[in-house]
């Protein structure tokens, strides 16, 4: 799954419950299911949060300049395996408003955002075989 939110996000809303409720009913009736999620100021500050660098990279190319997606791993609290996407050109605090940057900023975000979720089944399970094999 890919969600702009989830744990171990401090609740602001629905979605956050709801990407901790949804993958674990999965898990519970036999799915294997993780959440990928941009990672935040919000989760790389959490000391608590424990979460490790699986290795894999993905290119994403975002009109004529490629940025570098980096995918860690962590758990929630109540077990759902998260994928934290990384690219410190996009490191942003989840408070960051439209109104505090540029519209086109904000677009190429979204869309490293995006692609980088929609390549991340071959790398979640690349991460997930190095995990294995840890």
């Known amino acids: 799954m890919i969600s702009a939110e989830a744990p171990p996000l401090q609740r602001t809303g629905a979605l956050v419950d709801v990407m901790e409720a949804l993958p674990h ?5 036999g799915h294997e299911v993780g959440v990928a999620l941009p990672y935040y100021r919000e989760i790389r500050e959490n000391r608590a949060f424990k979460k490790k660098d699986t290795g894999v990279t993905v290119d ?8 570098v997606a980096k995918y ?9 395996q998260l994928f934290l996407v990384r690219c410190d050109e996009f490191s ?14 904000i677009t190429r975000r979204g869309s490293f ?6 390549g991340t ?7 997930t075989a190095n995990s294995a094999h840890a």
């Open 121 to 127: 089944r071959p790398a979640i399970d690349a991460a």
């Open 92 to 105: 942003i605090g989840r408070e960051s408003t439209v109104s505090e940057a540029k519209p086109t900023k």
């Open 25 to 29: 009913e999965l898990r519970a009736r």
């Open 72 to 80: 860690l791993e962590g758990r929630s609290a109540g077990g759902v």
């Open 60 to 67: 994403v190319q975002l009109g004529d300049k490629t940025y």
């Open 113 to 118: 955002f995006w692609q980088s979720g929609v």
